[in-house]
């Protein structure tokens, strides 16, 4: 029980064998447990610019968690982040069947500049109906398509759920 313990304090390397030694339920559980530290420890590296350790982490607690939402979202905004486009959108693919939720589903239409990726911002919209920056990305996708009169219409919606929420959220566009 104590090898699951070593993870969280530090022991970030061995996560590998350790889980592969965790056949007590007991100690798959304290794995488990480390998850929410580990992610932690992921997001601090990933604010503070340092994406490789970041990256270390994501992939150790995906060892551990293979459907950890959160970890598979952060992991594929790395990605992206780091132009690695492919995996960027296999880790949002994952994190959005992980989690259907609205903040997936908009942050999967972001690397998909396609009508797939309306049809993620539409079915995030379905969740959360107010949700301003979603509507902003689905102007930006819809101008991207030349549909112009259809994105004025997502910016006007946009612009409302700000006005209604009191959120500001950036929404001007240069196409």
């Given amino acids: 029980m104590t090898l699951a313990l070593v993870v969280v304090e530090k022991n970030i390397n061995n996560v590998v064998s350790i889980t592969t030694q965790a056949n007590s339920p007991a100690a798959k559980n304290r794995l ?26 994501y992939q150790q607690i995906l060892i551990i968690n293979p459907k950890h939402a959160d970890t598979l979202a952060n992991f594929g905004l790395l990605m992206l982040k780091q132009e690695r486009l492919e995996l960027a959108v296999d880790m949002l693919r994952k994190a959005a069947r992980a989690e259907p939720s609205a903040k997936n589903f908009c942050n999967l239409a972001t690397v998909l500049p396609t009508e797939e990726g309306i049809e993620y911002l539409l079915k995030a919209l379905i969740l959360n109906p107010a949700n301003a920056l979603c509507y902003k990305n689905l102007g930006t996708l819809v101008s991207k398509l030349h549909r112009y009169k259809e994105a004025i219409v997502h910016f006007h919606k946009a612009i409302s759920s700000c006005q209604k929420t009191m959120k500001s959220t950036p929404i001007l566009v240069i196409a």
């Fill in 32 to 57: 488990l447990e480390s998850v929410p530290d580990l992610f932690n420890q992921g997001l601090k590296y990933q604010f503070a610019d340092q994406p490789a350790k970041a990256e270390e982490i």
